[in-house]
């Protein structure tokens, strides 16, 4: 394999261009928030959310406990044509997002200084776009149905949504690739190079073992924070949990009262799901840094 | 470029007249030297008079601006030298060991040969007991970098280099980070590689040792070779003010 000579650059790789990157990717301040939530907060919460309809809507003759029968009746329809969704668009999304971010992240430290920058320049363009941008975009840029061979085949909006996703979750996962990598002391790239090791033997022989880990839990809290961003799409009309709860508070004639036990049931489950996934996130970080 | 056999008896690494700059910043200015087979040198020198950087050049760490620089009778700074091929007969030993932190000390040394010259495994493996045992470790082959001291952690990096069978061995002062205690064991390590005829070509600051295992030593500052000379000659008569008023500090 012939490596061209670059110039002057010596190790182009490890010092692509200078840019500070806007915020890290790598801190975990989501999970971190979310599992010191303590179990006291939650409490006030519910009281305060069962005050709610007494205060507001004393005159109206539809009773909490109407309500709560109400989302019991609506729960499993809630839950398992609308949360199992959610949960389905969060995995393909974060699949999706990184293979996409990984390649994007390799991309970002290529020693081809076209693809090298035209890589950041998609990391940086969709980690700072607002999500429910991308969504619309996607949304009304997608064709409704592809044409292969003489079958078509009609693309679900939920589909579509998750590519949306997709677009920051593979730009975040690209600079925690990014960081990871350049994370190795260089003298590990020269130690491979003079060994005869080529690029992409130093890259995945020796670099990347040693960063994967490290980018386990930054990986994690992007998981997280894309699941409870997955309410979004309900905007986009996929029938997900918001969307549901909305129709079965509309089919039990929109009484005010029905908010706060449907949102807030949405409210619990997104927390229950994901308080275990920050908590784990935060271990693993503790037991990575202990590691190195 | 050349494309005459090299025969041994000439130089095996040819450097001349090699100019380098960093950005303003001209580390190297118009260096030469010549390295016979079997041969042992010494460069001594300040911080900053751009050793490193040279060593550096010898197996296309660096590149050069003007000059040349030729092993085995193969221009190094050819745009169209195969650079592994360089570094397969170019062995380098780093100031900070730079092991391969997630591997054991045998699979560090067993690595290259294997991935890279894909050798088969047990032939590796016997050589690289082999290595192991001679560098002293014998025992340690399952034992992470981390769990080495200094001094084994840097015998591990010589015979992870000396497993590729290289023509020439480059030292970057492979034992300025080391505790004084450990400084000896790494020290015997390359004197026995050169005893063994191993052409060397070493960057330290242990003037005791190069005194005893150069062949030549030179001097250099700000980007010249001040002076050189074998060591019996090179300690006691330096002419230049610099050198004298270097070694006066280092002896
Ligand atoms: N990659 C680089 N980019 C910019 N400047 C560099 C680079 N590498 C070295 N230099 C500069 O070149 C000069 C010579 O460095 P070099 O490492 O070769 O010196 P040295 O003789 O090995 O010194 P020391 O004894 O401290 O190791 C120094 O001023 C250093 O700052
Ligand atoms: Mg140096």
């Known amino acids: 394999m012939k490596y061209p000579l670059q110039g002057n650059t010596d190790l182009a790789v490890l010092k692509p261009f200078n840019y500070s990157p806007a915020g890290s990717v790598q801190d975990l301040q989501f999970s971190r928030w979310l599992a010191e939530f303590s179990p006291r907060s939650l409490l006030w919460l519910a009281l305060l959310a069962c005050l709610w309809p007494g205060i507001v809507l ?83 840029a997608f064709p409704f149905e592809i044409t292969i ?38 003298g590990q790239w020269e130690a491979a190079e003079s060994l005869a090791y080529t690029r992409q033997q130093t890259l995945w022989l020796v670099i990347l073992p040693q960063c994967f880990k490290r980018m386990i839990p930054p990986w994690m809290n992007w998981y997280a924070i894309l699941t409870m961003a997955t309410p979004l799409i309900s905007l986009l009309g996929v029938e997900e949990i918001v969307t549901l709860s909305r129709q079965a508070m509309e089919a039990e004639d929109n009484h005010p009262e029905l908010l706060v036990p449907f949102f807030g049931f949405a409210l619990i489950i997104f927390f229950a799901y994901c308080y275990p996934i920050a908590r784990y996130t935060l271990r693993l970080e503790k037991r990575f840094a202990i590691i190195q | 470029m050349s494309d005459t056999a090299w025969t041994p008896d000439q130089p095996l690494v040819s450097i001349r007249d090699v100019h380098k700059s960093f950005g303003d910043l001209e580390v190297l200015k118009g260096v030469s030297l010549d390295v016979m087979k079997g041969e042992v040198i010494c460069i001594i020198g300040p911080s900053g008079s751009g050793k490193s950087t040279l060593i550096r050049c010898v197996n296309a760490l660096n590149t050069i601006d003007r000059g040349s620089i030729m092993v085995e009778g193969q221009e190094v700074h050819d745009p169209d030298l195969d650079k592994l091929e360089l570094r397969k007969k170019v062995g380098m030993v780093f100031q900070q060991y730079n092991l391969f932190p997630h591997k054991t000390a045998l699979e560090n040394v067993m690595m290259a040969p294997l991935k890279v010259l894909k050798q088969p495994p047990d032939e590796v493996e016997k050589r690289a007991r082999a290595l192991i045992d001679r560098v002293n470790l014998t025992g340690k082959e399952g034992a992470y970098p981390g769990e080495l001291s200094g001094g084994q952690q840097q015998r591990v990096a010589i015979a992870r280099s000396l497993a590729m069978n290289p023509d020439v061995m480059l030292f970057d002062e492979v034992t300025a980070a080391l505790d004084p205690e450990t400084v000896n064991e790494v020290l015997l390590a390359i004197k026995d590689l050169a005893q063994d005829g191993m052409t060397c070509i070493l960057v330290t600051h242990e003037m005791g040792f190069a005194r005893e295992v150069a062949d030549h030593i030179y001097f250099t500052d700000r980007g010249i070779i001040v002076e050189h000379g074998p060591p019996t000659t090179f300690f006691s008569e330096a002419k230049d003010p610099r050198t004298q008023e270097f070694l006066s500090q280092i002896l």
């Open chain 1, 149 to 186: 061979g003489s079958t078509v085949y009609q693309i679900p909006d939920w589909l579509k949504a998750v590519f949306g996703l997709a677009l920051p979750i593979m730009a975040n996962i690209s600079e925690i690739v990014r960081g990871a990598i350049q994370s190795v002391p260089t």
């Open chain 1, 58 to 140: 004393a005159q109206s003759n539809y009773t909490m406990a109407q309500a709560l029968d109400a989302l019991w009746r609506w729960l499993p329809f809630v839950v398992s044509k609308g949360f199992v969704l959610n949960l389905v668009v969060s995995f393909l999304t974060m699949l999706i997002g990184t293979i996409a971010g990984v390649i994007l992240g390799l991309g970002q430290i290529s020693p081809i200084r076209a693809v090298a920058r035209t890589s950041w320049f998609v990391t940086q363009l969709f980690r700072n776009s607002p999500w429910l941008v991308l969504l619309f975009i996607v949304m009304l």
